[in-house]
């Protein structure tokens, strides 16, 4: 079975230029989280859907980060403008229709420097 | 509010040494899940337990095992006989129930020196 699949792998931006990140769940999981991790730090949560829906973005800076989830299955994070304290890795997981305590599984991540 | 703490930070250790990642977690609900991940070098978080509050029960899986104590709120993992390939970050996470919302400690840095 084929994992949670990310692209890039790495990308460096200047300060207040875009960039987008791209997802791909585990095949049938209904469920797609993207987080950021910051050197040192454990995950910290950005947004959730459940389908193409959103279920929780209470974390996400929305004034300069936006997600989406077409269709249901592939996820797009995009940053725009970037700033130095989003240098960080991106890291997508997926998981089967959370009802609380589902298993989730990462993709590789993606390492984002803002220079 | 719910937490996880992590209080080593790093840990070295000799290659065939038993080595033991703490994990203390705080939460009011009955029901959550705690899990542990490893993040190698590569940065993908793998995944390699989870277990619900109502199953105190030891687990045992090769070379790891994990003790989970409600009575002191741990879930603590052991790696027996270390190997150089342990080397990695571990997380610890915790999931109340109802919500899908994982809490990350701060991670433990695991070197195994050969």
């Known amino acids: 079975e084929a994992g949670v699949a990310q692209s890039p792998r790495y990308k460096i931006i200047e300060k207040r230029q875009s960039v987008a990140f791209w997802c791909n769940p585990i095949?049938?999981?209904?469920?797609l989280y993207w987080y950021q991790q910051i050197l040192g730090q454990g995950p910290k949560l950005l947004i959730q859907?459940?389908?193409?829906?959103?279920?929780?973005d209470s974390q996400l800076p929305k004034d300069r980060f936006s997600a989406e989830r077409l269709k249901g299955v592939d996820s797009t994070l995009k940053i725009q403008p970037a700033k130095l304290e989003d240098s960080a890795v991106y890291l997508c997981?997926?998981?089967?229709?959370?009802?609380?305590?589902?298993?989730?599984?990462f993709g590789p991540g993606t390492r984002l420097t803002v220079l | 509010a719910q937490k996880v703490t992590q209080a080593q930070t790093e840990i070295s250790v000799v290659e065939k040494e038993d080595v033991t990642l703490d994990c203390v977690y705080e939460?009011?609900?009955?029901?959550?899940?705690l899990f542990w991940y490893k993040q190698p070098p590569s940065g993908e978080l793998v995944f390699l337990i989870r277990?619900?509050?109502?199953?105190?029960q030891n687990e045992i899986s090769g070379r790891y095992s994990w003790n989970f104590q409600k009575s002191t709120s741990s879930f603590n993992f052991t790696i027996t006989a270390s190997q150089v390939v342990d080397s990695a970050v571990y997380f610890c996470?915790?999931?109340?129930?109802?919500?899908?919302?994982?809490?990350f400690g701060t991670g433990t840095r695991l070197k195994v020196l050969a």
């Open positions: 277990r619900n509050s109502f199953d105190e």
């Open positions: 939460t009011r609900d009955t029901t959550y899940y």
């Open positions: 095949s049938g999981h209904a469920t």
């Open positions: 859907f459940q389908n193409n829906g959103v279920v929780d």
């Open positions: 997981a997926s998981s089967l229709p959370a009802s609380g305590g589902d298993t989730q599984y």
């Open positions: 996470a915790l999931s109340e129930g109802g919500t899908y919302k994982y809490i």
